[in-house]
């Protein structure tokens, strides 16, 4: 049975996943975030997969908080509109999959990429997360986004592409993604498998910011974008910014509706028009 795909709204906060629920590495300025709690043990610290940080044996994730995600959540709503998409199984009733989309002005992380910043006139697509065993949602999420911007009349939707490692294609563990040509991507040929953890070192000297640890979790994979029909704008090994324009080659899907939309209107004020004509005929037998 197909996952149905609906908007995000305050009511299914609760019903998040507890990743997409609780992490704010997009949401929150790294430079306003409090202190990270220290590992039971001190001395001992090691950078992981997932944005974790594991001290002895304790992890810990340094970008979660689920009081600023739903303020965040709630005020974006309140100010702009839908922020996110969320895809269901029917069956189950659960919440297996996500995306976040804002305007790039309330989305902090957005200016400490080393391709940022994001073009005025588009709209920031932050992640897109699926629950394991459904990685196919990904697309029905990144379709849902794109319809509802289209809708709005935003002009093109842009992200922060993640090249990653740990697979033959370059395909990294935990992102759904489509079919992708490896080398099709400017900035992205060549490239030596990339693991979680080197990404995460690498981070660190690209990222200028208090709190430099990437949530590779909430990144989105460069070629995942790519295969999507987004076109790179701004080039790295690493960190690409890809942009899809919604006015062109998606765009005649809303006028294609819009012109079906005009049909039926004039076909029934045609019929409107016969029957005030044909009433008095009718009247005078």
């Known amino acids: 049975m197909e996952p149905v795909v609906s908007r995000l709204t305050l009511e299914s906060f609760e019903s998040l996943p507890p990743h997409a629920r609780r992490c704010v590495f997009w949401e929150v300025d790294p430079s306003m975030a409090g202190p990270l709690d220290q590992p039971e043990s001190a001395g001992h610290t090691e950078v992981v997969g997932r944005g974790e940080i594991v001290g002895r044996g304790v992890a810990r994730a340094p970008f979660e908080s689920e009081f600023d995600k739903e303020a965040w959540i709630s005020s974006v709503l309140l100010e702009w509109g839908a922020c996110g998409q969320l895809a269901t199984d029917p069956a189950t009733g659960v919440i297996v ?129 790519k295969a999507s029909g987004f076109d790179v704008v701004a080039s790295h090994a690493r960190f690409p910014r890809l942009r899809l324009e919604l006015d062109e080659g998606l765009g005649w899907k809303s006028e294609v509706e819009g012109a079906l939309e005009k049909l039926v209107v004039m076909a029934a004020i045609d019929m409107t028009g016969r029957e005030r004509t044909f009433a008095p005929v009718g009247s005078r037998l």
Do not use: H, K
């Not at 697509?125 to 699926?130: A, D, F, M, P, Y």
């Not at 990685?135 to 794109?146: K, S």
């Open 97 to 225: 999959g996500t995306a976040f989309y804002a305007p790039p002005g309330r989305v902090p992380r957005s200016r400490l990429f080393p391709t940022s910043p994001v073009s005025a006139d588009a709209i920031l697509l932050t992640s897109i997360q699926v629950e394991p065993g459904y990685e196919e949602v990904a697309t029905p999420l990144l379709d849902a986004v794109l319809v509802d911007l289209m809708r709005r009349g935003v002009r093109a939707v842009e992200a922060f592409g993640l090249v990653r490692g740990g697979g033959p294609d370059g395909a990294g563990s935990g992102t759904a993604r489509r079919n992708p040509t490896p080398d099709a991507t400017p900035g992205m040929r060549d490239i030596s498998e990339w693991s979680d953890e080197e990404i995460v070192s690498v981070a660190r000297e690209i990222l200028d910011n208090p709190q430099p640890d990437l949530c590779t979790r909430c990144l989105l994979d460069a070629a995942f974008l």
